[in-house]
């Protein structure tokens, strides 16, 4: 981490043991383009981080960029809620006229980071993995992975912006380019770092609202960081300078050059690092990161207890699946057999949607995964509203899909061409389909006592989630209620 400077040397430095909001400011910690850190202390005592963003050193044009960027920073830190994103502590405006450069500036209190992966690669031999890759690229991917569900966009994923916490935790920071999404992207200042940009980044045309940004652009950045931090600091696209690299990167994306790997990636490492550098960002977008990173990670299975070695399997058939972007359940069940468990004529499932939710149904192999129990989902998640939308999670349709998790599991849907997770009968296809695929992650996991609870929880979390958690995690268990209370009713 920079120290490059005591507090009071520049201008707009606060004095030593200035306060702002309660927290008494130290040490400069770092500065970024908009913005300076400073080592704080709370009133217990408590380690915190202080940045200012503004308003010195800026031009009137600049102003309106910062505006933006600290606007950003302030929506998204007073959200952000997950042991893989610094957290903030206090938000508050400078008031002191006394000091014109501090005047007015915009103070972010957040918890301290020890240093951060940038630190850790100006550390790293070239061709060795940084101490610890594995886990960071793990906890990187958790923090992303949350971002997305819940509807955001990083925008500025570099190895500047991970923070290593005192206890080796790697947590997201700098929120300063995030953006929620409106339906399939977000937009942002046209301001993010060259080499971690992806190469359709710089063709986007800038709008009044600044460029469209998408998760696929985050997915990009995390596989450039997964090759510097499993390489030791090697750019997968080569090239002096980071201009150089970016046309490097470019002419890949063109198909003028293929992609090629630095030899010191470790193998297990390859598929996930190609599927996240896809050029094609659809192609990118249909990628499930965190299976990707799961799979790249697992570790090879050992020949007993068997149970690991299946869930090893799993992890392996998800990677290949979301690389493909065509997952599917193991055992396709033979078309044309009865299905325990079909909706009963009186119900208020819609007509239109009964055959939908059977055939979904039908294509699965596991006796859980019932016409009624995606029937009791459906109304759970929409209330069978086609046009049903949560834009603050990201979440769209009748299956409530997130729009890149959708992409991966819509080859269910019959007709050949795109599919739609705003078209009830691709958005049920796809749901069936992946709910087996999570009855059967759950069961591989060991988990096979009140499945249908489960995989309910599961499709509102994850299977690794109710996996860890040992059951519905209880910020769910609400909606599981009223997912089996359906279910009864459906006779289920
Ligand atoms: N919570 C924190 N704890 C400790 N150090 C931090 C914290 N947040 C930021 N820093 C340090 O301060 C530096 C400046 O951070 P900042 O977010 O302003 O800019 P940046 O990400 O380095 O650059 P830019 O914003 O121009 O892309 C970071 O590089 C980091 O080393």
Redesign the pocket.
């Known amino acids: 981490?920079?120290r490059a400077a005591r507090p009071g040397d520049r201008a707009s430095d606060p004095p030593a043991g200035y306060l702002v909001a309660g927290y008494r400011t130290g040490e400069l910690?770092?500065?970024?383009?908009?913005?300076?850190?400073y080592a704080a202390r709370g009133p217990d005592g408590t380690q915190a981080?202080v940045?200012l963003l503004g308003p010195a050193r800026l031009s009137p044009g600049q102003r309106r960029t910062m505006a933006q960027i600290a606007h950003s920073e302030l929506r998204f830190s007073r959200r952000a809620d997950h042991p893989n994103l610094?957290r903030t502590l206090a938000v508050a405006t400078v008031d002191d006229p006394a000091h014109p450069a501090l005047d007015g500036a915009l103070a972010l209190v957040?918890?301290?980071?020890a240093r951060?992966l940038?630190d850790l690669l100006a550390a790293a031999r070239p061709g060795a993995p940084v101490p610890g890759a594995e886990r960071i690229l793990t906890e990187v991917c958790a923090g992303l992975t949350h971002m997305h569900r819940a509807g955001w966009v990083h925008g500025?994923l570099k190895p500047?912006?991970v923070?290593l916490m005192p206890d080796g935790t790697a947590k997201l920071?700098?929120f300063?380019l995030t953006a929620e999404l409106e339906g399939t992207h977000a937009y942002a200042p046209p301001l993010g770092?060259p080499d971690h940009v992806p190469p359709e980044w710089w063709s986007e045309r800038t709008g009044a609202r600044g460029v469209a940004l998408r998760p696929s652009a985050d997915v990009w950045a995390f596989g450039v960081l997964a090759h510097q931090l499993l390489t030791g600091g090697l750019h997968p696209f080569l090239g002096a300078t980071a201009r150089a690299r970016s046309l490097a990167a470019q002419a890949y994306a063109r198909g003028a050059a293929p992609l090629r790997l630095d030899a010191a990636l470790p193998r297990r490492w390859r598929a996930a690092v190609t599927a996240c550098l896809a050029a094609d960002r659809e192609e990118r977008a249909r990628g499930d990161l965190r299976a990707l990173v799961a799979a790249a990670t697992a570790r090879p299975a050992a020949p007993r207890p068997r149970r690991a070695a299946i869930a090893g399997l799993a992890a392996c058939a998800a990677a290949v699946l979301a690389l493909t972007g065509a997952p599917e359940p193991f055992m396709p069940r033979p078309t044309g057999r009865a299905v325990p468990g079909t909706i009963p004529a009186g119900s208020d499932v819609p007509a239109a949607y009964r055959g939908m939710i059977e055939d979904a149904a039908r294509r699965c192999p596991e006796p859980e995964i019932t016409p009624a129990l995606l029937a009791a989902m459906l109304k759970a998640e929409s209330g069978f509203d086609p046009s049903a939308a949560r834009p603050e999670t990201g979440e769209y349709g009748i299956a409530m899909w997130t729009p890149g998790v959708f992409n991966a599991w819509a080859k269910a849907a019959a007709h050949p061409g795109p599919k739609d997770y705003m078209d009830p009968g691709d958005a049920i296809a796809a749901m069936g389909n992946y709910v087996c695929w999570l009855d059967q992650q759950l069961k591989h996991r060991g988990m096979t006592r009140g499945l249908p609870a489960l995989v309910a929880a599961a499709y509102r979390t994850s299977d690794k989630t109710v996996a860890e958690e040992g059951g519905v995690p209880a910020r769910v268990r609400p909606h599981v209620d009223r997912v089996l209370r359906y279910l009864a009713d459906y006779g289920g």
């Open positions: 981490m920079t910690l770092g500065a970024g383009a908009w913005g300076s850190v981080a940045k610094i957040m918890e301290r980071a951060s940038q500025d500047a912006n923070l920071a700098d300063g770092s």
